[in-house]
């Protein structure tokens, strides 16, 4: 079983910058790709970032190029998320997800706060 530990979030004001960490543990072999998804109420979720842990490709939400960078520790099986210019229309819950292989499974996050707001 594959465990994502959240941390980071909180409030911020319009323009601010914010970092969001998430680390897997457990059987992590198989994880091939991690990021973060976020959820407004009321609205679907948005794909916000995903990265590969073996080099491969960096993908971004159209509303997160050039604010938000996702970066990884393949060593730690650590994604990282920072986030600057931040609108109030980033205000969501943020979930971080891990992508096992073989089978394929989901892992999520509980969830952290992110809230822009002056």
């Known amino acids: 079983q594959v465990a994502l530990a959240e941390s980071g979030g909180g409030l911020v004001q319009p323009g601010g910058s914010l970092s969001l960490s998430c680390a897997a543990s457990g059987f992590t072999d198989r994880v091939y790709n991690m990021g973060w998804h976020r959820r407004v109420p009321g609205k679907e979720r948005e794909f916000v970032a995903g990265i590969a842990m073996d080099g491969g490709p960096i993908t971004y939400g159209a509303f997160a190029k050039g604010r938000f960078t996702i970066s990884r520790d393949d060593v730690e099986k650590t994604a990282f998320l920072q986030m600057t210019s931040l609108e109030p229309e980033d205000t969501a819950v943020y979930y971080c997800?891990?992508?096992?292989?073989?089978?394929?499974?989901?892992?999520w996050g509980q969830g952290t706060q992110v809230t822009v707001s002056s």
């Open positions: 997800y891990a992508y096992e292989r073989g089978p394929w499974r989901d892992h």
